[in-house]
C-alpha cells in the first residue's frame, strides 16, 4: 500500500524550531518529487515546499522562504520539513504529498494524515 | 506569484444537482491545473489534473475543463459523499498557489 506517514508536530515556543518527518512506503520514494503544504486551523490550503526526486532542487513559498529548510533521505524512505523562526501564522496542519508524475505540472495524488504544528508561548 | 480565485466561496446544493465550481488564475497557466477535494479533519484527495484529467478511481460524474485563465469543476449529479470542500491549484510555476476553496454543503 502506498502510503505517507508524518511525525514530529508539536507545541513550539514563537521563534522556535521543529523538524517535522514524512515516511513512504508502497512506491520508489527516490523516484518521486515531494511536496509540503499546510493548512492553518479552518483556513484553506497553502503551499509550503518542493524537493526534487534526487533532492537536488528545492522551491519555497515567499512566506517560508529562509525559515524553513526541505530534505530527504532517499536512503531511508523520508522527507523532511525543518521549520524555524516560528511565529502564530506557522501554527497549522503540515501534509506530506507526493508529486503524481515525473515533471512538476500535474499536482500530488498522495498524501500524508498530517502533523500539527502549534505555535504558542 | 500566480493568484487562483474560486467562484463561488460556498454552494448550497442538493443530492442529484448540477454543481460548478470556477477557478481563475491571475495568469495564463495553460492547463497546469488540479482539483482537489477534502472533507473535515481528512487530508485532501486529487479529483483532477491537467485540467480536465480524471484522477485514478475518482466517479466519472467529476470533471473538469478550461485553459489558459478560466477553469472549471463540474459534479455532475451530486452524490452524499460530495459535501466538501474543492479547492483548485495551479502547477504551471513555483511556488504553486491554491485557491482559497468552496465549500460544497447542503
Known amino acids: 500500500e502506498v502510503q505517507l506517514v508524518e511525525s514530529g508536530g508539536g507545541l513550539v515556543q514563537p521563534g522556535g524550531s521543529l523538524r517535522l518527518s514524512c515516511a513512504a512506503s508502497g512506491f520508489t520514494f527516490s523516484s518521486y518529487a515531494m511536496h509540503w503544504v499546510r493548512q492553518a486551523p479552518g483556513k484553506g490550503l497553502e503551499y509550503v515546499s518542493t524537493?526534487?526526486?534526487?533532492?537536488?532542487?528545492?522551491y519555497y513559498a515567499n512566506s517560508v522562504k529562509g525559515r524553513f529548510t526541505v530534505s530527504r533521505d532517499n536512503s531511508k524512505n523520508t522527507l523532511y520539513l525543518q521549520v524555524g523562526s516560528l511565529r502564530a501564522e506557522d501554527m497549522a496542519v503540515y501534509y506530506c504529498a507526493r508529486n503524481l508524475r515525473g515533471t512538476y505540472n500535474y499536482g500530488m495524488d498522495v498524501w500524508g494524515q498530517g502533523a500539527t504544528v502549534t505555535v504558542s508561548s | 506569484d500566480i493568484q487562483m480565485t474560486q467562484s463561488p466561496s460556498s454552494v448550497s446544493a442538493s443530492v442529484g444537482d448540477r454543481v460548478t465550481i470556477t477557478c481563475r488564475a491571475s495568469q495564463a497557466i495553460s492547463s497546469w491545473l488540479a482539483w482537489y477535494q477534502q472533507k473535515p479533519g481528512k487530508a485532501p484527495k486529487l479529483m483532477i489534473y491537467g485540467a480536465s484529467s480524471l484522477q485514478s478511481g475518482v466517479p466519472s460524474r467529476f470533471s473538469g475543463s478550461g485553459s489558459g485563465t478560466d477553469f472549471t469543476l463540474t459534479i455532475s449529479s451530486l452524490q452524499p459523499e460530495d459535501f466538501a470542500a474543492y479547492y483548485c491549484q495551479q502547477s504551471k510555476s513555483f511556488p504553486w498557489t491554491f485557491g482559497q476553496g468552496t465549500k460544497v454543503e447542503v
Open positions: 524537493i526534487s526526486s534526487n533532492g537536488g532542487s528545492t
